[in-house]
């Protein structure tokens, strides 16, 4: 072979100027290579290595020569081929010149951040001298609007605001995605009219509208109005608006649905801080992302620290860890709840019921577990066990209060509840018609019936 050891393999393509019968004799003198004379070991001789090794010894078999032969032919053919080759750290930057600006859109969670993205997107795109983002559409007329002038020299204060100019040619034409000034003014006589008495902002006289639509509803409007000078758009620019409706539809449905998610959690959030139930959102390192009143207020007991440091008290939270350990690959299903019961360090016979429920998530990093803190072997603790239906009622009652409500309602009499509470007769006769007031109940059979 022409890459390979004219000595070792005779038969195959030589240089002209190889002299064979001198091998053989250098073969004959020297013991150290194997040739015709010497007689090859019979494991090389069956084998079909390429290489077989005695004592030394290195000898070539001829079905290996032929393999290494179409080895080599192979790995030319496949060098030959047209290979696919990505670099990573170009690709992007050579196909799309506004991949950053692109990419910040997408990544964009509220509005301000997406009009953000968007507005530095279209100044780069286009020749624009002003960009709106008009939306919650009444009518025709804007709620809310995101504006951006490309030079910053005004404070967009003049910008149009409404969709007056462009109200009859949208009845005209329903559920029309993108549309022009000249558009709207070669159907109606009066468009110059309206957006003269609107006083445009001079330097431009043009403006492009994407007009995004809920079934027959009008939701929003984007609003790109062009430099004077620039009469017509490139077939680049048109390519951009064509690509940036679909992009700007879908982020806008996104940002809806996450501000409609978080308008709900916070109202969820609200309701749940004022309800006399110790609730705690945790997350996989046990961190609280959410705690109501009640919950502070038990985890203040349980640890002076424990708000300060934005964590569970370590009384609580060391043990929970080490049960949600041992209960690994066992967690609640949806609906259910697990209980366990941590006693207090310092307080003996004061002890903590905790039930957890765990959200699934879409991986070990999201997940997410409600804590409901129970205090338990207390009697004083009467209210918080409490029917669920129960619960909205207390809302108007001091936590001293629920407690006091709670043991009426199990039945226990004036002094037998001042003596468990450790408070006077007078103190806890105060407290019951302070909540008949609030209830709006006569005595303890409708209070005990109201809340059981």
Same mark, same amino acid.
């Given at each position: 072979?022409?890459? !390979?050891?004219?000595?070792?393999?005779?038969?195959?393509?030589?240089?002209?100027?190889?002299?064979?019968?001198?091998h053989?004799?250098?073969?004959g003198?020297n013991p150290?290579?194997?040739?015709?004379?010497?007689?090859?070991?019979a494991?090389?001789?069956? %084998?079909?290595?390429?290489?077989?090794?005695?004592?030394?010894?290195?000898?070539i078999?001829?079905?290996a020569?032929? #393999?290494?032969?179409?080895v080599?032919?192979?790995?030319?053919r496949f #060098?030959e081929?047209?290979?696919?080759?990505?670099?990573a750290?170009?690709? %992007?930057?050579?196909?799309d !010149? *506004?991949?950053?600006?692109?990419a910040?859109v997408?990544?964009? @969670?509220?509005?301000a951040?997406?009009?953000?993205?968007?507005?530095?997107l279209?100044?780069k795109?286009?020749?624009?001298?002003?960009?709106?983002?008009?939306?919650?559409?009444?009518?025709?007329q804007? @709620?809310?609007?995101?504006?951006?002038?490309?030079?910053?020299?005004d404070?967009?204060?003049?910008?149009?605001? %409404?969709?007056?100019?462009?109200?009859?040619?949208?009845?005209?034409?329903?559920?029309?995605?993108?549309?022009?000034?000249?558009?709207i +003014?070669?159907?109606d006589?009066?468009?110059?009219?309206?957006?003269?008495?609107?006083?445009p902002? =001079?330097?431009w006289?043009?403006?492009?509208?994407?007009?995004?639509?809920?079934?027959?509803?009008?939701?929003?409007?984007?609003?790109? #109005?062009? @430099?004077?000078?620039?009469?017509?758009?490139?077939?680049?620019?048109?390519?951009?608006?064509?690509?940036?409706? =679909?992009?700007?539809? /879908?982020s806008?449905? &996104?940002? &809806?649905?996450?501000e409609?998610?978080?308008? #709900?959690?916070?109202?969820?959030?609200?309701?749940l801080?004022?309800? =006399?139930?110790a /609730?705690v959102?945790?997350d996989?390192?046990?961190?609280p %992302?959410?705690?109501?009143?009640?919950?502070?207020?038990?985890? &203040?007991?349980?640890s002076?620290?424990?708000?300060?440091?934005?964590? *569970?008290?370590?009384?609580?939270?060391?043990?929970?860890?080490r049960?949600?350990?041992?209960a690994?690959?066992?967690?609640?299903?949806?609906?259910?709840? /697990?209980?366990?019961?941590?006693?207090?360090?310092?307080?003996?016979?004061?002890?903590?019921?905790?039930?957890?429920?765990?959200?699934?998530?879409?991986?070990f990093?999201?997940?997410?577990?409600?804590l409901?803190?129970?205090?338990?072997?207390?009697?004083?603790?009467?209210?918080?066990?409490?029917?669920?239906?129960?619960? =909205?009622?207390?809302?108007?009652?001091s936590?001293?209060?629920?407690?006091?409500?709670?043991?009426? +309602?199990?039945?226990?009499?004036?002094d037998?509840?001042?003596?468990? *509470?450790?408070r006077?007769?007078?103190?806890?006769?105060?407290?019951i018609?302070?909540?008949?007031?609030?209830? $709006?109940?006569?005595?303890?059979?409708?209070?005990?019936?109201?809340l $059981?």
């Open positions: 072979m022409s890459h !390979g050891c004219p000595h070792l393999c005779p038969n195959r393509s030589e240089p002209k100027s190889f002299d064979h019968t001198a053989r004799r250098r073969i003198k150290d290579i194997g040739g015709p004379r010497q007689q090859r070991p494991a090389c001789r069956s %084998s079909p290595m390429l290489l077989a090794s005695t004592r030394g010894r290195c000898y078999t001829a079905n020569g032929r #393999r290494l032969h179409a080599h032919r192979d790995v030319r #060098r081929m047209p290979m696919l080759m990505l670099d750290t170009c690709a %992007s930057a050579a196909a !010149g *506004l991949a950053v600006e692109r910040a997408v990544k964009a @969670l509220d509005m951040s997406l009009w953000q993205a968007c507005a530095a279209i100044n795109a286009l020749p624009c001298h002003s960009c709106s983002l008009l939306f919650d559409i009444d009518g025709y804007p @709620l809310q609007g995101r504006h951006h002038l490309a030079d910053g020299g404070d967009g204060s003049r910008l149009v605001t %409404s969709l007056e100019v462009a109200a009859p040619y949208l009845d005209a034409n329903p559920r029309i995605r993108w549309y022009t000034f000249s558009q +003014a070669s159907q006589a009066h468009a110059p009219e309206r957006l003269k008495a609107q006083d902002t =001079p330097g006289r043009e403006f492009i509208h994407l007009a995004f639509w809920e079934g027959t509803r009008l939701e929003a409007v984007l609003s790109i #109005r062009i @430099l004077t000078a620039h009469a017509e758009l490139s077939d680049a620019e048109l390519a951009f608006l064509a690509d940036l409706y =679909p992009l700007l539809d /879908a806008l449905q &996104r940002v &809806r649905m996450l409609s998610d978080r308008l #709900r959690h916070k109202a969820v959030e609200d309701l801080y004022e309800l =006399p139930l /609730a959102l945790v996989q390192t046990l961190a %992302s959410y705690m109501s009143r009640e919950a502070k207020r038990l985890c &203040r007991r349980w002076a620290d424990a708000e300060r440091s934005g964590r *569970l008290p370590h009384a609580i939270e060391a043990p929970l860890r049960w949600m350990s041992d690994a690959g066992a967690a609640p299903s949806p609906g259910n709840r /697990a209980t366990f019961a941590i006693a207090h360090p310092q307080r003996p016979g004061e002890t903590l019921r905790v039930e957890v429920s765990s959200a699934p998530g879409n991986s990093r999201h997940a997410q577990h409600l409901i803190l129970v205090p338990d072997g207390e009697a004083q603790h009467a209210a918080d066990a409490l029917p669920a239906r129960a619960l =909205p009622l207390l809302q108007c009652l936590p001293s209060e629920r407690k006091v409500a709670g043991l009426v +309602a199990s039945g226990l009499r004036n037998a509840i001042a003596e468990r *509470l450790c006077s007769r007078k103190t806890i006769e105060s407290q018609s302070s909540i008949f007031r609030k209830l $709006n109940v006569a005595n303890r059979t409708q209070l005990a019936r109201l $059981n």
